[in-house]
């Protein structure tokens, strides 16, 4: 229930902000960037990898086949940046993976109401030289449902972390 009442608070927040007449002033910018920033901390899981770029995205892929997940495409983000015009485009990978029954686990209990999970990973170079792993955060996203789609969001959520946990800790 805190992450909730942290989006809910943030959502209002950043809405006072935009509905502010006049000059927002730096504080409440900086007020609102920092709200923002904490329902992001929230609702992804960022992990940096000691891996190569490659073995990263290779040790996702196989980590989840050897758990007999759904995995498809490799987009390369990087390239789609620079042919959009992007000059100083970093690398970027997002896989596209999902652990198998997910999908209609979380509609069958969301009553056929909840939207396709966002089941991927993106690896990508940070700003700091550092390579990352970010994804939606499942577990703590589940916390803030009820019933049996909290129940069935916090299991695929259980099963992302172990495969992260296995991979990154």
């Not at 100083?88 to 396709?116: F, H, Q, W, Y």
Request: aromatic residues 4%; contains cysteine.
């Amino acid at each position: 229930m805190k992450s909730f009442a942290l989006l809910i608070l943030s959502a209002v927040s950043l809405s006072v902000v935009a509905q502010t007449p006049g000059q927002i002033t730096p504080d409440q910018m900086r007020h609102a960037m920092l709200q923002q920033a904490q329902v992001m901390s929230v609702m992804f899981d960022l992990r940096s990898s000691k891996m190569s770029f490659d073995d990263t995205v290779n040790a996702i892929k196989s980590g989840a086949e050897k758990r007999g997940w759904k995995v498809g495409a490799v987009e390369d983000m990087q390239a789609k940046m620079r042919e959009a015009g992007a000059k100083d485009a970093k690398r970027m990978k997002l896989i596209n993976l999902c652990p198998a029954g997910a999908n209609e686990k979380v509609s069958k209990a969301g009553g056929g109401k909840t939207p396709a999970l966002p089941c991927r990973a993106t690896v990508f170079d940070g700003q700091d030289g550092k390579l990352y792993v970010m994804r939606m955060n499942l577990t703590n996203l589940s916390k803030t449902l009820q019933g049996d789609l909290a129940k069935a969001m916090a299991e695929v959520g259980a099963e992302e972390e172990a495969l992260y946990k296995a991979l990154f800790n």
